[in-house]
């Protein structure tokens, strides 16, 4: 059974910074490309980051570009999202997710759609 598990979520004033973690388990990890969403209260999902299967490419949205880093360690199945410089416009629950399909797909890295299984999120909150 597929699981994902985010932590390290918190309050934190704007220009600060968070860690968060999404421990996987029930499958081949290293196989999957893994993604980052986040969903503001009352609006839709709005993709943050993508990592390929090896770590070696990672894409990112244009509010994410520059202040967020995407990472993955594949022997201990985890994923991380890097927040710096936060701002209020960044209050959301983060959640990972991961693709659909093995490998590695660059032409649909923003697509939530390609990818499933979200775990339940892990809220961040950022004061002005």
């Known amino acids: 059974q597929v699981q994902l598990v985010e932590s390290g979520g918190g309050s934190v004033q704007a220009g600060g910074s968070l860690r968060l973690s999404c421990v996987a388990s029930g499958f081949t990890f290293g196989s999957y490309m893994m993604m980052w969403v986040r969903q503001a209260p009352g609006k839709g999902r709005e993709w943050v980051a993508t990592i390929s299967t090896a770590g070696g490419r990672t894409f990112y949205s244009d509010s994410a570009e520059g202040r967020f880093t995407i990472s993955r360690d594949n022997g201990a199945t985890t994923v991380q999202l890097q927040l710096n410089s936060l701002a209020t416009e960044d209050t959301a629950t983060y959640y990972c997710?991961?693709?659909?399909?093995?490998?590695?797909?660059?032409?649909?890295?923003?697509?939530?759609?390609?990818?499933?299984?979200w775990g339940q999120g892990t809220q961040v909150t950022v004061s002005s």
């Open positions: 997710a991961k693709a659909k399909t093995v490998g590695n797909d660059y032409r649909n890295t923003g697509t939530i759609s390609n990818f499933e299984t």
